[in-house]
């Protein structure tokens, strides 16, 4: 029904309430238990509108172009993100067939049949005894409910609702698959630096051995140090077997993150992205990026969609009145097709009208369970919001930190450098012998790694932080506004007896 037409009914509406709903069912007692919490109860007071913060395509920071690459190809072959694009087109289909019930509905049908009637024409079908006729019929049928009460269309604005929030959880899940391939990256990219280090440690651990055995031969060893120089290098091998293994599992993560085969994963290089690589963030970070993050609008739209509900619920409170017509022809007796001549027409209109007076509670459940939905609903929002805020304000505090860590790794490895530098000039110059040299570049080595576990943690981080901040998806700019957030009011009770 046009909603012009329902606004100019509301008068309608009141009078009839008073008239016509003494002695319904009562929705006394039934109301929601909680409001929603402010936002700016919770927002972050470090608002610096010219960040710019976040970008869409944050991960190109890094400076890898296979990265880049990788990440359409998951966005466009991962199961989970498509699993979540179908259903937002269930939502959205959905959402048409409640949309379809505030339209008039036409419909039509026929029967054509042979009857043969019994014998007995006193006390059964008269002058029809013991006779074969068609006994047939054609017709139109026409629907409208007048939706008086506004129970169609806030149904149908709920299903929307509803397709809204499936469209954010499915943004949602493209960040948590952006985030997924990134630290999978990130952690091949590490793996391939422990690797570098465990060759090197290797061929410093078979020079040792050599010096050993040569020191043997010399006179000036003994036995006990070529073995304990050999001693270590199966373990070594080991540890480089391991990451070998390690970067195969990453590569095949990273495939199965873009809907691909293990054969794929053959394709997938060292990452260029260097563990040093300066990444920008915010000076600040705006309170209102919180409206940004997908789960939050998810959440919001959950919210507007359990507010609609309650009115869907408290609507079947009141009476319902559509208009039904009839058009068709129908005629026992005569030919097959005879039915259809202009004097077999027949017609009907008028109004039905139904009205709740005693269900045994089922209406006044059903409104508890919407109002209780609500409430769930809200909480649920309030605590993804408080999620969120712990979300940021943790990564904040991990990127200070790893940034502190960064420093001091550095001048740990700057240090090692050195004393490997003095260590070489040192044996040059005749004051040590070379094994002081090979311990101080072993020094140096696990002082490397280290710095780049930190490095890598320090880009992780970023990403941690870039998804807590919404990733760039914009989904702020599809949420819905506060006053479709909040309850309808519920009267106190429509009558004084209760079902």
């Not at 409640?98 to 006390?123: K, M, V």
């Not at 002082?447 to 702020?476: N, T």
Request: aromatic share 6%; glycine share 8%; with cysteine.
């Amino acid at each position: 029904m046009p909603r012009c037409l329902i606004r100019a009914l509301e008068t309608f509406n009141v009078l009839a309430v008073s008239v016509l709903l003494n002695g319904c069912i009562s929705t006394q007692g039934i109301q929601p238990h909680t409001d929603l919490l402010p936002t700016a109860e919770l927002a972050i007071d470090l608002a610096n509108r010219d960040a710019h913060w976040p970008v869409t395509q944050w991960w190109r920071a890094y400076g890898d172009p296979q990265l880049d690459t990788w990440i359409a190809r998951a966005s466009r072959g991962s199961p989970s993100l498509q699993a979540a694009t179908a259903r937002v087109r269930e939502a959205q289909a959905m959402a048409g067939v409640a949309q379809s019930r505030e339209a008039a509905q036409l419909t039509s049908g026929g029967r054509l049949a042979r009857r043969g009637w019994p014998e007995d024409g006193f006390y059964g079908p008269g002058n029809l005894a013991d006779s074969h006729t068609w006994d047939n019929n054609a017709g139109l049928n026409l629907s409208l409910d007048l939706d008086l009460w506004g129970r169609e269309r806030n149904a149908s604005e709920r299903a929307l609702d509803i397709a809204q929030q499936r469209a954010a959880e499915q943004r949602q899940a493209q960040l948590q698959l952006q985030g997924n391939v990134i630290h999978a990256y990130i952690q091949l990219a590490l793996q391939y630096a422990q690797l570098e280090i465990l060759e090197a440690t290797l061929a410093q651990q078979v020079q040792i051995a050599e010096l050993a055995r040569q020191r043997l031969q010399a006179g000036i060893g003994t036995q006990l140090e070529v073995s304990q120089a050999e001693a270590l290098l199966p373990e070594t091998h080991r540890q480089i077997d391991g990451v070998h293994e390690a970067i195969e599992l990453s590569r095949h993560q990273l495939a199965a993150l873009a809907g691909l085969g293990p054969e794929h994963a053959a394709s997938l290089k060292r990452p260029l992205l260097t563990l040093h690589q300066p990444l920008p963030l915010p000076t600040a970070v705006p309170a209102q990026l919180l409206g940004q993050r997908p789960d939050v609008v998810a959440s919001r739209w959950q919210v507007a969609a359990q507010a609609r509900g309650i009115a869907v619920a408290q609507a079947g409170f009141y009476p319902n009145v559509d208009l039904t017509a009839s058009l068709g022809y129908m005629a026992t007796g005569g030919g097959m097709l005879e039915f259809l001549t202009a004097s077999k027409l027949a017609y009907n209109a008028g109004p039905a009208i139904s009205l709740p007076i005693f269900d045994g509670g089922r209406l006044r459940g059903e409104l508890g369970q919407a109002s209780a939905a609500y409430d769930l609903a809200v909480a649920h929002y309030r605590q993804t919001l408080v999620s969120a805020l712990q979300g940021i304000a943790d990564q904040l505090v991990r990127r200070h930190s790893l940034e502190q860590q960064q420093r001091l790794a550095a001048e740990s490895v700057a240090k090692a450098n050195e004393l490997c530098a003095l260590a070489r000039l040192a044996w040059q110059r005749g004051l040590v012998d070379y094994l002081s040299v090979l311990h101080s570049q072993t020094r140096l080595w696990r002082l490397q790694g280290i710095e780049q576990q930190v490095e890598a943690a320090r880009l992780s981080a970023y990403a941690d932080l870039s998804i807590a901040l919404g990733g760039g998806l914009q989904a702020g700019q599809d949420s819905p506004a506060e006053p479709q957030l909040k309850a309808p009011q519920i009267p106190a009770g429509l009558a004084t007896n209760h079902n």
